[in-house]
């Protein structure tokens, strides 16, 4: 089920030069599934397994934060349309501020008007960036243009603590994803500069560290397994409650879903996805992707930032040719 063109394209792309390893899975409407895994943990380090956890970085948006706050609203918890204030009355108090009326719905797809991210590891412990997170008087642009954000996603990790009552690191994870994973059967990710080791089993992103390990907007560990049937359960049911996953695969504003990066010129699963199609990628080198039109789901997790972020690895036009091979078949 995975074209031998696809495989080909992953065994040139992993080795010096680019990531230590890649895994591929493949699932479509009728429940068929195919996997395949290439090369090492670390450079140097042992063969993969396919059982490996691996870190998923902005896949933590859809996979749990964006996922958990639907579940609260079906569970009549929050409103997508609620303004933040309204779970977060501490949020910017006495500051004179858009961002306290901003909404969840706003959070989720991006177009609350805050920016895209703040050097929040270097503030302090996780402590004081929590209490200073709430109170930082943020530039809020105007609501409405499509502005990736990691600031609102960990605004919205902090409203699901607020809703569920207790912290995000606690929140129930089905099997295959984690945010503990076992170090020894863990893909490596980047000799990190801040940090000054080799990051394995770790959070790769900093504030998502400094923040105790999981935030909003990072954090989530997952196997290829455990993330592949993420993908199958948006593909064929079962994600949510049929109401809530069609609002997380259909266009709530241009180019985003409430969950996801809708089908669009340019986007990371290539030019040969139906319309209907929807994904998201991790900066570590991970992405998923649903297609609903085709019949076919699919997942790829690399480690490109391994052992640097700063080399010239092209991770979107890998994932491109994975998707267009797939579509292709």
């Known amino acids: 089920m995975i074209p031998a063109r696809t495989a080909e394209l992953l065994r040139a792309a992993v080795g010096p030069g680019g990531p230590s390893a890649a ?3 493949v699932v479509t409407a009728d429940g068929q599934r195919d996997t395949l895994v290439v090369g090492h943990t670390r450079h140097g380090g042992p063969a993969l397994t396919g059982g490996e956890w691996w870190d998923l970085a902005s896949l933590t948006k859809p996979l749990f934060t964006a996922r958990e706050v639907l579940r609260a609203a079906e569970d009549g918890l929050l409103d997508l349309d609620d303004p933040l204030a309204r779970h977060l009355p501490d949020l910017a108090w006495m500051q004179e501020t858009p961002l306290r009326e901003r909404t969840l719905r706003q959070l989720l797809t991006h177009t609350a008007g805050l920016g895209a991210w703040a050097r929040l590891y270097t503030w302090g412990d996780a402590a004081t960036i929590r209490a200073r997170f709430l109170q930082e008087p943020w530039e809020v642009g105007p609501a409405g243009p499509v502005r990736y954000s990691d600031l609102g996603y960990v605004l919205l990790g902090r409203v699901l603590e607020r809703v569920r ?5 606690n929140f129930p994870l089905e099997p295959g994803l984690n945010f ?5 059967h863990t893909v490596s990710t980047e000799v990190c500069a801040w940090r000054e080791r080799l990051l394995t089993g770790e959070t790769h992103d900093e504030n998502a560290a400094a923040l105790g390990g999981v935030a909003g907007h990072a954090g989530l560990f997952g196997t290829l397994e455990g993330t592949l049937a993420q993908a199958e ?3 064929r049911g079962g994600w949510l409650s049929p109401a809530a996953q069609q609002l997380a695969l259909t266009p709530q504003v241009p180019e985003r879903t409430l969950a996801f990066v809708h089908a669009c010129p340019g986007w990371s699963g290539g030019s040969l996805c139906s319309p209907q199609a929807a994904g998201h990628t991790g900066f570590t080198g991970t992405g998923l992707w649903v297609d ?5 789901a699919w997942v790829l997790l690399t480690n490109r930032v391994h052992p640097t972020r700063h080399g ?3 991770i979107q036009g890998l994932r491109r040719a994975v998707g267009n091979t797939l579509a292709a078949q």
């Open 233 to 235: 359960r948006l593909l």
């Open 180 to 184: 503990t994973p076992d170090p020894t």
């Open 23 to 25: 895994a591929l899975g």
């Open 292 to 296: 609903p039109t085709r019949g076919l």
């Open 165 to 169: 009552t207790h912290p995000l690191r």
């Open 312 to 314: 010239h690895f092209d």
